[in-house]
């Protein structure tokens, strides 16, 4: 299979380039290092890929430089998980997603016309649910009272993703990612800032007095659930579109401070706690049905964060210390 990766350089699709290679797909991964956050951090990552994956720097929301960028290259499907993520940047910085999340959606689904590819899986986010409630969340529930703009940008690309697959019959999958986290994961995320601060011996803010419950996800659960999606692209019978989209999470849903407590017993250092307001665009708890993408995809997160969270943990001191 060839494989075209967006956002290449970034934690999920830095994973989910390197366990294409391994199974000996051809990849191509696109990603315009943004930064947004640490270029390094994304450097770095790419220098960890097969020699094989093939790694172009360009920007998806730049349909001329993509265009340029993909000229003579050849690829069977696409994995679109380039994206401006952050929920609470998307406060001060709405251009940018608009740009990424709207633009570079649109971008990605006339790519995928144009070249006819078998398949177009991309990547959600949980966070179109809004504050639904302690869940669990299914793909059926409404969508339409986003509390971000980050969150409204997501919903909207897939009610894009939607109309594509309508008109042009093109088969795609959407992926409600609940919260990520792992190696090489992103240092705005709540896994990466607690350790650096109870390492470093600074406080960590605890938002909402610690009242939050999120559906941690471990990277590798979550990668196979990329490919597993990607293997199986919808049928198209001529009826509905051939568009279907899953939540991909752990199906479980941990206290905030069962998460703390992981990570104080993986560093051997108490945490010191200061109890903060809850943030604009935050939800107080996420979980996913993932009873769907079982079935469909035979999806079956293993990895729990008495597992993830010490290997993150111990990834980070290596990763510090270089």
Same mark, same amino acid.
């Given at each position: 299979?060839?494989?075209?990766?967006?956002?290449?350089?970034?934690?999920?699709?830095?994973?989910?380039?390197?366990?294409?290679?391994?199974?000996?797909?051809?990849?191509?991964?696109?990603?315009?290092?943004?930064?947004?956050?640490?270029?390094?951090?994304?450097?770095?990552?790419?220098?960890?890929?097969?020699?094989?994956?093939?790694?172009? =720097?360009?920007?998806?929301?730049?349909?001329?430089?993509?265009?340029?960028?993909?000229?003579?290259?050849?690829?069977?499907? $696409? /994995?679109?998980?380039?994206?401006?993520?952050?929920?609470?940047?998307?406060?001060?910085?709405? *251009?940018?997603?608009?740009?990424?999340?709207?633009?570079?959606?649109?971008?990605?689904? =006339?790519?995928?016309?144009?070249?006819?590819? =078998?398949?177009?899986?991309?990547?959600?986010?949980?966070?179109?649910?809004?504050?639904?409630?302690?869940?669990?969340?299914?793909?059926?529930?409404?969508?339409?009272?986003?509390?971000?703009?980050?969150?409204?940008?997501?919903?909207?690309?897939?009610?894009?993703?939607?109309?594509?697959?309508?008109? %042009?019959?093109? +088969?795609?999958?959407?992926?409600?990612?609940?919260?990520?986290?792992?190696?090489?994961?992103?240092?705005?995320?709540?896994?990466?800032?607690?350790?650096?601060?109870?390492?470093?011996?600074?406080? $960590?803010? /605890?938002?909402?007095?610690?009242?939050?419950?999120?559906?941690?996800?471990?990277?590798?659960d979550i990668a196979a659930g990329?490919?597993?999606a990607l293997d199986r692209p919808?049928?198209?019978?001529?009826?509905?579109?051939?568009?279907?989209?899953?939540?991909?999470?752990?199906?479980?849903?941990?206290?905030?401070?069962?998460?703390?407590?992981?990570i104080e017993a993986a560093c051997?250092? +108490?945490?010191?706690?200061?109890?903060?307001?809850?943030?604009?665009?935050?939800?107080? *708890?996420?979980?996913?049905?993932?009873?769907?993408? *079982?079935?469909?995809?035979?999806?079956?997160?293993?990895?729990?964060?008495?597992?993830?969270?010490?290997?993150?943990?111990?990834?980070?001191?290596? %990763?510090?210390?270089?």
């Open positions: 299979m060839r494989v075209l990766v967006t956002g290449v350089a970034g934690f999920i699709g830095f994973h989910v380039a390197a366990a294409l290679a391994a199974r000996g797909d051809a990849v191509i991964g696109i990603d315009n290092l943004d930064p947004y956050y640490s270029v390094r951090l994304k450097r770095d990552r790419l220098a960890q890929l097969p020699a094989g994956v093939r790694v172009i =720097e360009a920007d998806f929301a730049d349909a001329a430089a993509l265009a340029r960028a993909l000229d003579g290259e050849a690829f069977d499907r $696409i /994995v679109h998980l380039g994206a401006q993520a952050g929920v609470r940047h998307s406060i001060d910085n709405p *251009a940018a997603y608009g740009r990424a999340n709207l633009v570079g959606q649109l971008n990605i689904l =006339e790519l995928a016309r144009a070249r006819r590819v =078998e398949h177009l899986v991309y990547a959600s986010s949980s966070s179109v649910y809004g504050d639904a409630g302690a869940g669990p969340l299914s793909v059926k529930a409404r969508a339409d009272r986003p509390v971000s703009l980050y969150a409204a940008t997501k919903r909207s690309g897939e009610l894009m993703t939607e109309s594509y697959a309508h008109l %042009y019959r093109l +088969p795609t999958t959407g992926l409600r990612f609940f919260t990520v986290y792992g190696p090489w994961g992103r240092p705005d995320m709540a896994v990466w800032l607690f350790t650096a601060a109870i390492l470093e011996r600074r406080p $960590i803010r /605890v938002f909402n007095g610690g009242a939050l419950r999120r559906d941690f996800t471990y990277i590798d990329v490919l597993a919808p049928s198209d019978d001529g009826g509905a579109s051939p568009h279907l989209i899953y939540n991909i999470g752990h199906g479980r849903p941990e206290a905030l401070g069962d998460l703390i407590a992981a051997g250092e +108490p945490a010191i706690r200061e109890l903060v307001p809850m943030q604009p665009g935050d939800v107080t *708890a996420t979980f996913a049905d993932i009873a769907p993408i *079982a079935r469909d995809l035979g999806y079956a997160p293993i990895t729990t964060i008495a597992e993830g969270v010490p290997r993150f943990v111990d990834w980070y001191r290596r %990763y510090v210390a270089t």
